[in-house]
């Protein structure tokens, strides 16, 4: 099997995990069971508390359920607003991520050449790993909130306990990172390749090192220019003493 096939079944089945994704943390959003308690206030009669993001809900054993949204926006705590913040634009990249990862794709065929392609889909993964990280940081604390009032013995008010909701977010988060890592490493590796590709380089050899720091030295240089000269004045010093030595004449009359 080719490499190239072997990559868009690849791109497919990461496509479809992160699509399943992102379907899960978008079911999360109308879902109400976020939090509950249940409390037993009667022997016969039993009510249940939930909310979530937008609103309280309450009901009891005899079928009757209210919900109550949330009474002003600007009263809620920033936690909240946080919350409901990040759940969405887990939503909205998600979206975009699909888009793009559908339009590069291998087996589309719908972009330009294969290099554009892996770029496009490349982008499709990062915004994949963007709307993951969001919902998992969403869930995470949300979560966190909701064990540490549980746990805490000074906590008066009415506490809480985890909903499926955020399991299934939990769920969704995963497989969105696990897709958007995946995809972002094959299309990353075939879209951005190196730009500057390395070039051999000729190692050095003797002869160039004696070139680079003898021969290319300036006529200047008292390492080439004094040597030379004080060798041939000895050499001219020793030939114009012998001379002088030997002529010298010695007369019958000096010994006398």
């Not at 479809?16 to 992102?22: A, F, H, I, Y």
């Not at 998600?94 to 972009?111: A, Q, R, S």
Request: glycine letters at 8%; a positive charge; one cysteine or more.
């Amino acid at each position: 099997m080719k490499y190239r096939t072997v990559v868009m079944y690849m791109e497919i089945g990461c496509f479809v995990s992160c699509l399943c994704g992102w379907i899960l943390v978008c079911s999360t959003l109308p879902t109400e069971y976020w939090t509950f308690s249940e409390v037993g206030s009667i022997v016969l009669t039993t009510s249940n508390y939930y909310s979530n993001l937008w609103k309280d809900c309450i009901s009891d054993t005899t079928g009757v359920s209210d919900c109550k949204d949330y009474p002003s926006m600007l009263a809620l705590p920033a936690f909240l607003h946080a919350c409901r913040a990040l759940a969405v634009c887990a939503v909205i990249t998600g979206f975009f991520g699909g888009v793009l990862t559908l339009i590069g794709m291998k087996c589309t065929k719908i972009g330009g050449s294969e290099v554009a392609n892996a770029r496009v889909t490349f982008a499709g993964a990062i915004t994949y790993l963007v709307s993951g990280f969001c919902g998992m940081i969403t869930y995470s604390w949300w979560a966190s909130k909701v064990i540490t009032e549980f746990l805490d013995p000074n906590f008066r008010a009415q506490k809480f306990e985890l909903g499926a909701a955020v399991f299934i977010g939990w769920g969704g988060s995963i497989l969105l990172l696990s897709g958007g890592t995946v995809l972002s490493y094959f299309s990353g590796k075939e879209g951005l390749p190196s730009t500057s590709p390395k070039t051999p380089r000729r190692p050095a050899t003797y002869a160039t090192a004696r070139t680079r720091r003898t021969y290319m030295l300036p006529a200047s240089s008292s390492r080439v220019t004094l040597a030379p000269p004080l060798f041939y004045e000895g050499r001219k010093s020793r030939a114009t003493r012998a001379p002088t030595k030997s002529s010298r004449a010695f007369s019958r009359d000096s010994f006398v």
